[in-house]
């Protein structure tokens, strides 16, 4: 079949099952946008216009990790393709699997300077799972079909695929059949027998265990296992911020996210764990705290599918490299109901925490708690996908909203603030009837407000939520605790636009909620109105995310808690665990 490089490319991307992709065109990509109109106009792809490139590589992302499917976004040379380097971070950094194609000038013309020349290649390189420049159009079926295959396995992650203009332009002899050639790439999905018999022996002698869940463990959909395994040896389960939904947060034995932001209950509990088994989890440092306290008395299980994270930072007594789903498959079979249950006092010592230092949302008179508005979403919307920005309206929603298997999509290795917004519109395209409520901040959402532009072309029904205290919030809060209140530039009252009229200029529904009176009927119209909703929530405008692990300090030195409604707590802790709670519970 005689066509072009640009037509190879898009019928090699449909190949692989791709119906939606998000871009903005350019110059160097035209070849490749001539054949994706042409693909719309057979039905076979949709097209979404974004309004910044910075909005395609999000909206991909959030389309990702709502489907568990691979995200596609494309763009032009030059600062098209550098736009785009924000959102590909943050996709390496939280393992998500991605396609992203920009174009390129001409190759005769590559490393002259010529306009909107860059080396996407080189300046993608730390931050891919992989990267190819095309060559030669007859290696576009390969390139395209190893690129998904890369992306989607093992680690997930971005893949950059890079296309000079003359390439998509050059007529050649197109044969779709792709035939991939990876000999060097072998994701290890079998956890080794011999570990995941030290694995079962260490468990089965536990006293007090502790389940700790990551996004991997998402990725793995292994979250029936980790049901499964949490009930049969009666564990409690902790997630961090990407393995939100990874166990039911309703169940007893949910501790919720640990870490910096967790709660209490479950900071308390991975210092006082004797087993710590980690499921898909890399032991980041808004999770561990001062790391050479982090679970002091346990000792560590380690599955994960890379065996880079596995040991890196904090060395495990069994280390397993695996699928987590078959790892923890494998476990499941060689153990049963029958088993010895020792874990009776530790569970009756995490419910006295969790009695002691419960999350709560405060509840003023005359003015809404930030808290109250992103609960009561949560308790209205129980079933909906939730997208957040970054900062303290993200660690509330983290601790309030309760959420299922890839329900939480949220920026959380890189902390990429305006990531909220376009993260929604993807999970909304591709999840038309489901509902999608992105939870911002009033400085997030100025970051990529112009995706205002994009929900209201494609008529995308996400409602976007904005928590406005009128600051760079967490900013502030850092500036308040740690630098005298020297409040150095986080202020955003000056210059804030009017958002409601912003969104009707726009075309979109916009709404304004002041009175605490009025947020459980405001919250209703919102959820039922059919259509894109952007709602400016005003909220107390110094309220603080507690409770917060200050920098340096171990998980049991939280701040910002409530004194204990019983003083005894310490002195029914277990024997191996009073020393190290001791300051914190008194």
Same mark, same amino acid.
């Given at each position: 079949?005689?066509?072009?490089?640009?037509?190879?490319?898009?019928? %090699? $991307?449909?190949?692989?099952?791709?119906?939606?992709?998000?871009?903005?065109?350019?110059?160097?990509?035209?070849?490749?946008?001539?054949?994706?109109?042409?693909?719309?106009?057979?039905?076979?792809?949709?097209?979404?216009? $974004?309004?910044?490139?910075?909005?395609?590589?999000?909206?991909?992302?959030?389309?990702?990790?709502?489907?568990?499917?691979?995200?596609?976004?494309?763009?032009?040379? =030059?600062?098209?393709?550098?736009?785009?380097?924000?959102?590909?971070?943050?996709?390496?950094?939280?393992?998500?699997?991605?396609?992203?194609?920009?174009?390129? $000038?001409?190759?005769? /013309?590559?490393?002259?300077?010529?306009?909107?020349?860059?080396?996407?290649?080189?300046?993608?390189?730390? *931050?891919?799972?992989?990267?190819? !420049?095309?060559?030669?159009?007859?290696?576009?079926?390969?390139?395209?079909?190893?690129?998904?295959?890369?992306?989607?396995?093992?680690?997930?992650?971005?893949?950059?695929?890079?296309?000079?203009?003359?390439?998509?332009?050059?007529?050649?002899?197109?044969?779709?059949?792709?035939?991939?050639?990876?000999?060097?790439?072998?994701?290890?999905?079998?956890?080794?027998?011999?570990?995941?018999?030290?694995?079962?022996? #260490?468990?089965?002698?536990?006293?007090?265990?502790?389940?700790?869940?990551?996004?991997?463990?998402?990725?793995?959909? @292994?979250?029936?296992?980790?049901?499964?395994?949490?009930?049969?040896?009666?564990?409690?389960?902790?997630?961090? #911020?990407?393995?939100?939904?990874?166990?039911?947060?309703?169940?007893?034995?949910?501790?919720?996210?640990?870490?910096?932001?967790?709660?209490?209950?479950?900071?308390?509990?991975?210092?006082?764990?004797?087993? #710590?088994?980690?499921?898909?989890?890399?032991?980041?440092?808004?999770?561990?705290?001062?790391?050479?306290?982090?679970?002091?008395?346990?000792?560590?299980?380690?599955?994960?599918?890379?065996?880079?994270?596995?040991?890196?930072?904090?060395?495990?007594?069994?280390?397993?490299?695996?699928?987590?789903?078959?790892?923890? &498959?494998?476990?499941?079979?060689?153990?049963?109901?029958?088993?010895?249950? &020792?874990?009776?006092?530790? #569970?009756?010592?995490?419910?006295?925490?969790?009695?002691?230092?419960?999350?709560?949302?405060?509840?003023?008179?005359?003015?809404?708690?930030?808290?109250?508005?992103?609960?009561?979403?949560?308790?209205?919307?129980?079933?909906?996908?939730?997208?957040?920005?970054?900062?303290?309206?993200?660690?509330?929603?983290?601790?309030?909203?309760?959420?299922?298997?890839?329900?939480? *999509?949220?920026?959380?290795?890189?902390?990429?603030?305006?990531?909220?917004?376009?993260?929604?519109?993807?999970?909304?395209?591709?999840?038309?009837?489901?509902?999608?409520?992105?939870?911002?901040?009033?400085?997030?959402?100025?970051?990529?407000?112009?995706?205002?532009?994009?929900?209201? &072309?494609?008529? *995308?029904? $996400?409602?976007?939520?904005?928590?406005?205290? =009128?600051?760079?919030?967490?900013?502030?809060?850092?500036?308040?605790?740690?630098?005298?209140?020297?409040?150095?530039?986080?202020?955003?009252?000056?210059?804030?636009?009017?958002? !409601?009229?912003?969104?009707? /200029?726009?075309?979109?529904?916009?709404?304004?909620?002041?009175?605490?009176?009025?947020?459980? %009927? @405001?919250?209703?119209? *919102?959820?039922?109105?059919?259509?894109?909703?952007?709602?400016?929530?005003?909220?107390?405008?110094?309220?603080?995310?507690?409770?917060?692990?200050?920098?340096?300090?171990?998980?049991?030195?939280?701040?910002?808690? &409530?004194?204990?409604?019983?003083?005894?707590?310490?002195?029914?802790?277990?024997?191996?665990?009073?020393?190290?709670?001791?300051?914190?519970?008194?």
């Amino acid at each position: 079949m005689l066509t072009t490089g640009a037509f190879a490319l898009i019928d %090699s $991307v449909r190949r692989q099952g791709v119906k939606h992709i998000f871009g903005y065109p350019g110059g160097a990509i035209l070849p490749v946008y001539d054949e994706i109109y042409q693909a719309e106009a057979r039905g076979e792809i949709k097209h979404y216009l $974004v309004r910044h490139e910075q909005g395609a590589v999000h909206a991909a992302d959030g389309y990702a990790r709502a489907t568990g499917e691979v995200g596609v976004c494309v763009a032009t040379s =030059g600062p098209g393709a550098t736009n785009l380097v924000t959102g590909i971070a943050t996709a390496q950094m939280d393992s998500i699997p991605m396609v992203i194609i920009t174009g390129q $000038v001409p190759s005769y /013309a590559i490393g002259t300077d010529a306009f909107q020349e860059t080396d996407i290649w080189g300046i993608t390189l730390p *931050i891919v799972k992989h990267s190819y !420049v095309i060559r030669r159009p007859e290696d576009i079926a390969r390139i395209v079909a190893e690129a998904f295959h890369i992306a989607g396995t093992g680690r997930p992650g971005p893949v950059l695929v890079d296309i000079p203009k003359d390439i998509g332009q050059k007529q050649f002899e197109y044969n779709p059949e792709a035939k991939i050639d990876l000999p060097g790439y072998l994701p290890k999905a079998k956890g080794h027998l011999h570990q995941i018999a030290a694995a079962i022996a #260490l468990i089965r002698e536990a006293k007090r265990p502790l389940l700790y869940a990551g996004g991997g463990a998402l990725i793995a959909e @292994a979250h029936p296992e980790i049901a499964e395994l949490a009930k049969r040896f009666q564990m409690p389960v902790t997630t961090t #911020l990407m393995g939100k939904g990874a166990f039911d947060e309703n169940e007893h034995l949910s501790l919720g996210m640990l870490g910096m932001h967790g709660t209490a209950y479950a900071n308390f509990a991975v210092q006082g764990c004797d087993l #710590l088994i980690a499921v898909g989890a890399r032991f980041d440092d808004r999770v561990t705290g001062r790391l050479d306290k982090f679970a002091p008395e346990a000792k560590v299980i380690h599955i994960d599918i890379d065996a880079a994270e596995v040991g890196k930072n904090r060395k495990p007594e069994v280390p397993i490299v695996g699928d987590v789903k078959e790892v923890l &498959q494998a476990i499941l079979e060689a153990t049963s109901y029958e088993e010895t249950i &020792q874990t009776k006092d530790w #569970l009756a010592q995490i419910d006295q925490w969790r009695s002691d230092y419960p999350l709560e949302v405060p509840a003023y008179d005359n003015v809404l708690s930030p808290q109250q508005v992103i609960y009561e979403f949560g308790k209205q919307a129980p079933n909906a996908y939730f997208t957040t920005d970054v900062g303290q309206h993200q660690m509330w929603a983290a601790q309030l909203i309760k959420t299922g298997p890839r329900k939480w *999509i949220s920026s959380a290795g890189l902390g990429t603030m305006g990531y909220g917004m376009p993260a929604a519109m993807g999970a909304k395209v591709a999840l038309p009837n489901d509902e999608v409520i992105c939870i911002s901040g009033d400085a997030s959402i100025q970051m990529n407000i112009q995706e205002l532009g994009t929900l209201a &072309q494609y008529g *995308i029904k $996400v409602k976007v939520i904005v928590v406005n205290n =009128g600051w760079q919030g967490m900013v502030r809060q850092w500036q308040e605790s740690f630098y005298d209140e020297r409040y150095s530039s986080s202020n955003m009252e000056a210059g804030m636009p009017d958002f !409601v009229k912003l969104a009707e /200029a726009f075309g979109i529904k916009g709404v304004k909620v002041i009175e605490p009176s009025d947020l459980q %009927s @405001a919250v209703a119209e *919102i959820l039922a109105y059919d259509g894109p909703v952007f709602a400016d929530f005003r909220v107390k405008r110094n309220e603080n995310c507690y409770p917060m692990v200050p920098p340096g300090a171990s998980n049991a030195e939280m701040v910002g808690l &409530q004194t204990p409604k019983r003083s005894q707590s310490v002195a029914e802790a277990p024997a191996e665990i009073k020393v190290e709670l001791a300051k914190a519970l008194v």
